[in-house]
């Protein structure tokens, strides 16, 4: 069911239609809260904070955006108020050019020395999909910030680069820089997963 | 006489994929990624192990939700009807 479909529900009182959007974003909430404030619990604290904001302001929203992006720019407004009530420092804004990919990978040239090959033809990912997705999943999850919230958001949750600009407040430039980045990493942790197993 | 760019090597290559499955690589440097991808066998993989990244990434779900957090909202949505 659409979300809009949800919320003309939500509006009639139905609580079947609030659970379900709970489901579909209370994490994605957590993970937009988390880039801002300190500790999984405060984050927990600022997407519950958000549903009761949303729940009573749903009849003043006009619907010139999506729900979704309503409802993550509320949390994003009440998770930088609590950043700054507690004194916290948002991650930094990317350094200058590092490369993404170990030099000792390329010659003098510039050129592959050890070159690297499709997952789909690693002994792992050929016969299950899933497994790439677990190991994804994973390095995802042990990215720092600022790459995870936006790898989460871009590749994960599906939302455009400048939406999450707009709700991590960064340039659209530097998320593109952050995502390259974060991508980057992702691919290096699944590839070295791949090497290992085949040791 | 129109100055050309260098030709990439495969570390500058590298650098450039996210923007390019992006679409936001200015026109000229998005030619002189083709080009290099178009002869270069290890980037092409680089390029299908970034883009397996991303699809898998698409699929990864979201965390299961709590059932506790769960039950705490639905009691404050009811509790907010009453109110209202």
Known sequence: MEDAELLDRLLGGDETAFTELVRRYHSTLVRVARYYVGTEVLAEDVAQDTWVAVVRGLERFERRSSFKTWLLRICANRARTTAVREHRTIPADPSPAVATVASRRFDEGGMWVDPPVPFTESVEFRSDSGALVTAVRAAISSLGEPQRSVVTLRDVEGLSSDDVASLLGLSVGNVRVILHRGRARVRDIVESSTKGNEQ | ?84
């Open chain 2, 1 to 84: 006489m129109r100055w050309t760019a260098p030709p990439l090597v495969c570390r500058e290559a590298v650098e450039l994929v996210s923007d390019f499955l992006e679409g936001s690589l200015p026109r000229r440097e998005r030619r002189r990624l083709e080009r290099h991808l178009a002869a270069c066998d290890a980037c092409d993989a680089y390029l299908e192990q970034m883009r397996a990244v991303i699809a898998a990434s698409g699929r990864v779900t979201a965390d299961d939700l709590d059932p506790d957090v769960l039950e705490g909202l639905v009691t404050l949505f009811h509790q907010y009807q009453q109110e209202s």
